[in-house]
């Protein structure tokens, strides 16, 4: 020990020797990136132990992640070998935790509560939504959609040791403060002496987030009952027991009599209170502190910088000690970071132990896909130079942007190495392996048999496949069943198919699968079908090992769910006697775990050797040759996530705002990873042309510290070293054969299809959407809305046949009925939309019944025939006609969900088209001018049934003239000539995402899938 010791000792600059000399006392380091806190911690441990008489094993070190005990172990051991093992080092997390496993009952636990993996938290919570009535935090259009917004605001309450009830009180203070300040009160106008408008909403917002303190008590008493824990719980729990237990805290206080603390800037709330509560009475404890006021970039977890500042003082008046010599990056790289960052500790700038010194590049490109190609192209050209791949690191924003970043590289061949690598849920493969196990599962599930015929898995070539499910719809007007699947002949369609037919190849191979699958285990049967679908089917070696990866990852995930009890409470005996787990019951267990978008990474082969890829919050602790920090405009880098609930005051200053100090620290830790060579890049436009701009907190760096390139420049230098990848691999090639076919083919068969609104909708919304929807009439699983919708819709016509109005108890006999008639056979779920689709026709009953005009028709249907369009028939179903006694014609269409402004609804897009609202309204006047011979509609409405009477948005009226069919009539001209000439499959995708996190046109990545991905 003693010269391994005394060399690493020997090496040490005099703020570093200082740090490992003294000993005794609190002593806090201020340590800046590449300053040896890693070898000052290890060494002062090795010195404690040569110079007292203190025992290994009276030594704690905690640390903040596990990486950084991993590094922390094999130091120590270097310098004092098998004594190190003796040492107590563990994360904050790991430490606490073996603290509950000791005193539990202090808690009332009757045994040690077990730590909930991530997918065990998922499902309590999953749990939980779903088996209670919850008003407002599980939408009907997407109940996982506050999943995320819960579980980050119960961490960051528990972190800050807020319980439910104090919660509730935080939110009763600032609803009782809003009620009682005069500036709440409108002074002019209909409103005076009455609540503001905006306060009125503030209270009632308030009075909504009441519900996530419900979830929150729910939570906590469920996981006690259960005798569970999850991760925060951890420290909490540690906490409460050093504070209630005298023997606890004395226990810890005589097993350790140093305790040193690396990175603790990043101590939260109840982690500073453990040390207080055990440490607090003690005067001038020997605990050590090293950490970095500009590398606090752990805000979201309750870090605070003033925890660590107050440390200064708190255990008595501790030793501060700066360190700012660098050993890591050279001078321009640290230049740039102080630049960016003054420590508010000291004022101290950071020296470089480095003679060679590269400016810093600044590069633009036009997208951010150009970005990472560029990125890759360079890494590509300095690796066949000799270069090491583990030497190159992209660092980027957010996981969204890891992810993206994965993909571009793996399709350019660069092996990479990353913490968020692709997901399970990200591959096609593991959706059509997972599709085979549903099938599986159930076989006469109509939209899965469809999806599985148009996977290329199947075998089936993709435009017969495209051919025999509209053949269905040709012959007799209806999509695909699973009837028509099972059953059908080799003599369905003879013009379909010449030798064997694929399709019932592919219908054999499943059904073999069902039958010698039955009975077996999960895993047995993801093995059995993983090898016959995807492994035995590989093309080359590459291939092989992605589908090897695939099918591993699945089995794993399989074995984990047959082996834990806790996610599986349904089990089925086996002949064995043994129980088992059930298919079903995996798979939809597998199924929410994607709808929380949980990641769960491939177990990849081999990923030892790459390019490092990771978010720049992940890259602390790290440092890589080379460095490249991309998508630095300002509306990345500084966009944060709008918290779904209105939080009282006090919560909304804890939680951790995307501000410019904290964007700061993550762009500093990221800056001060690099060694050699660093660039920092930015787009100037995003993938649909909308303009992006250098993040300020960079352009407001003295330009002397960079080379700067435009977009043109790096452009240029792109198509130089590759022009084959600069085209956008996700566009669809028009030349591609099967794509081809598929143009012809509905240039023949689009007259086929009725010409209705919705149809027209779907088409200018995204005409792949059109495609699978409306042209091959793909079934669907109908969502909540559209059964609530439907069921509405049944039961308003239902009322107004009867020649008087039905009894309430009627009206939800029949709103039952057709709820069940719909699949709703939950209880918990029937009630729901019981009562929601009861409110919406009790709100028409009061105030649009009475008034109905005594000639009204309920759902209408119009078919018209226009001599301008002679190959078409447009088709309409109007849900209320009212004729009044001078001839005026009005015509209603019922909608549930959200209301829309006037402005949402006459908004016209960028090609000037009309809004799908007023392209249906537009629609049914059209369609009555053309059955009744020129008649105009004198008014056309929409009414928003789920809307409050008394809101201004519950009733939209207007008049269609003349120009807005027009716009209709040029519309459905638009559609017809882009079918003939085939520009359709080229159109630009208008979807907007609302109220669900998934951000991706499904009809878009369906052709994606079939036309580039294939």
């Known amino acids: 020990m003693d010269e391994d010791f005394k060399q690493a000792y020997n090496k040490l600059n005099i703020a570093q020797k200082e740090a490992v000399d003294t000993i005794d006392g609190p002593v806090m380091v201020v340590a800046g990136p590449g300053t040896g806190k890693t070898q000052i911690l290890a060494l002062r441990i090795a010195n404690i132990l040569q110079n007292t008489d203190t025992g290994a094993n009276s030594i704690l070190c905690l640390t903040f992640t596990r990486s950084g005990v991993g590094a922390m172990k094999d130091r120590l051991e270097k310098y004092i070998g098998s004594l190190s093992r003796g040492v107590t080092i563990n994360t904050f997390h790991s430490f606490a935790s073996s603290i509950v496993g000791k005193y539990y009952e202090v808690l009332d636990f009757s045994y040690p509560p ?7 938290s998922v499902f309590l919570i999953d749990e939980i939504l779903h088996t209670n009535d919850w008003e407002y935090i599980k939408t009907r259009t997407n109940p996982s959609q506050y999943f995320n917004d819960l579980k980050g605001l119960i961490s960051l309450l528990k972190k800050e040791r807020l319980e439910p009830e104090k919660f509730l009180d935080l939110i009763k203070i600032d609803i009782e403060s809003l009620q009682k300040d005069p500036e709440s009160i409108s002074s002019r106008g209909e409103s005076k002496g009455e609540f503001k408008k905006d306060i009125i909403k503030k209270i009632e917002s308030l009075e909504r987030t009441i519900e996530v303190v419900k979830f929150y008590e729910v939570y906590e008493n469920l996981k006690k009952e259960r005798g569970m824990m999850d991760y925060d719980d951890v420290l909490e729990y540690a906490v409460k027991i050093v504070e209630d237990s005298d023997d606890a805290r004395s226990d810890i206080k005589e097993e350790y009599q140093y305790i040193l603390i690396d990175e603790h800037q990043d101590s939260s709330f109840v982690q500073n209170n453990f040390l207080k509560a055990v440490w607090g009475d003690v005067e001038m404890p020997n605990i050590f502190v090293v950490g970095d006021d500009r590398q606090l970039i752990y805000g979201f977890s309750g870090a ?3 925890y660590f500042e107050e440390f200064s003082h708190y255990f008595g008046k501790a030793k501060l000690i700066i360190l700012v010599e660098n050993y890591r990056s050279t001078e321009n790289i640290l230049g740039l970071a102080d630049e960016l960052l003054i420590s508010s500790i000291t004022k101290e700038k950071l020296k470089s132990n480095k003679k060679e010194n590269v400016k810093i590049n600044l590069y633009q490109y036009n997208f951010p896909r150009d970005e990472i190609l560029h990125i890759g192209l360079m890494i590509k050209e300095m690796v066949e130079k000799g270069e090491n791949l583990n030497q190159f690191a992209i660092l980027l924003p957010k996981n969204k942007n890891v992810r993206q970043a994965c993909n571009i590289l793996s399709d350019m061949g660069i092996p990479i190495v990353s913490e968020k690598n692709v997901s399970i849920f990200d591959i096609n493969e593991v959706d059509s392996l997972i599709r085979v196990l549903q099938i599986i599962n159930n076989p006469n599930d109509n939209v899965l048999l469809c999806e599985s015929i148009l996977d290329q898995t199947s075998g089936i070539d993709t435009f017969l496949a495209h051919k025999f499910i509209k053949s269905f719809s040709s012959q007799n007007g209806y999509t695909l069943n699973r009837k028509d699947f099972w059953d059908f002949t080799e003599n369905t369609d003879k013009t379909l198919f010449s030798d064997t037919n694929p399709v019932s190849i592919w219908r054999g191979q499943l059904n073999n699968w069902i039958n010698s699958t039955n009975g077996e285990r999960i895993s ?26 695939i099918v591993r990852s699945l089995i794993h995930l399989a074995i984990s769910y047959e082996e834990n009890p806790t996610r599986n409470a349904s089990r089925i005996a086996s002949a064995d006697g043994h129980t088992k787990a059930k298919l079903n019951d995996f798979l939809q267990y597998f199924s929410r775990l994607r709808e929380y978008n949980t990641h769960i990474n491939i177990a990849s082969i081999g990923l030892n050797n790459g390019v490092h890829v990771m978010t720049l919050h992940k890259s602390k602790g790290l440092e890589y040759k080379y460095v490249f920090i991309a998508h630095m405009n300002e509306e990345i880098l500084m966009s944060s996530k709008r918290n779904a609930f209105t939080l009282p005051e006090k919560v909304k200053d804890l939680l951790d705002k995307k501000d410019i100090e904290s964007a700061k620290r993550e762009l500093y830790v990221a800056i001060t990873r690099a060694k050699d060579i660093l660039s920092i890049s930015y787009s100037k436009s995003d993938f649909e042309g909308k303009d992006l701009t250098l993040a300020h907190i960079i352009e407001d760096l003295n330009k002397d510290h960079f080379i700067i390139k435009n977009n043109i420049q790096t452009e240029d230098e792109i198509i130089k070293k590759d022009i084959k990848h600069f085209a956008l691999k996700s566009s669809l090639d028009i030349e591609n054969d099967t794509l081809k076919s598929v143009m012809d083919f509905v240039k023949q068969k689009y007259t086929e299809t009725n010409i209705t609104v919705s149809m027209l909708n779907n088409f200018f919304i995204c005409s792949w959407r059109w495609y699978f929807r409306n042209f091959l009439k793909l079934p669907e699983v109908k969502s909540k809305s559209l059964v609530l919708g439907s069921a509405v819709h049944s039961v308003i016509e239902f009322i107004l046949k009867e020649n008087s109005k039905p009894s309430d108890e009627a009206i939800k006999v029949k709103i039952v009925f057709e709820l069940k008639k719909e699949g709703i056979d939950d209880i918990i779920e029937l009630k729901k939309l019981t009562k929601d689709a009861y409110d919406s026709i009790k709100n028409w009953l009061i105030n649009y019944y009475e008034k109905l ?13 226009d001599k301008n369009f002679p190959n078409l028939n447009i088709y309409g179903k109007i849900d209320l006609t009212e004729r009044l006694s001078n001839g005026d014609i009005i015509i209603t269409d019922f909608k549930t969900g959200s209301s829309k402004t006037v402005g949402m609804i006459e908004k016209k897009d960028e090609e000037n088209r009309l809004s799908s609202y007023m392209r249906q309204l537009a629609m049914y006047s059209y369609l009555v001018q053309g059955v009744e011979g020129g008649k105009i509609v004198a008014e056309s409405r929409l009414l928003f049934l789920e ?40 159109r630009p995708c208008h979807f907007k995402p609302y109220g669900t996190s998934n951000t991706e046109c499904e009809y878009c990545k369906i052709a994606n899938k079939i036309f580039v991905d294939n």
């Open 524 to 549: 047995k049967i993801v093995s059995i079908v993983g090898n016959e679908l995807l492994i035995e089917k590989s093309q080359n070696h590459e291939e092989l090992l992605k589908n090897v990866e």
């Open 114 to 120: 077990k730590l909930m993996d991530d997918s065990e």
């Open 947 to 986: 809307e409050n009477p008394k809101e201004k948005n519950y009733l939209y009226k207007t008049h269609i003239d003349s120009e807005v069919i027009d716009l209709l009539i040029r519309d459905i001209k638009d559609y017809e000539n882009e079918l003939i000439i085939g520009s359709w499959v080229s």
């Open 853 to 865: 005009a005594k000639d009204h028709e309920s759902e209408r249907n119009i078919s018209f025939r």
């Open 304 to 306: 605070n910088i003033s």
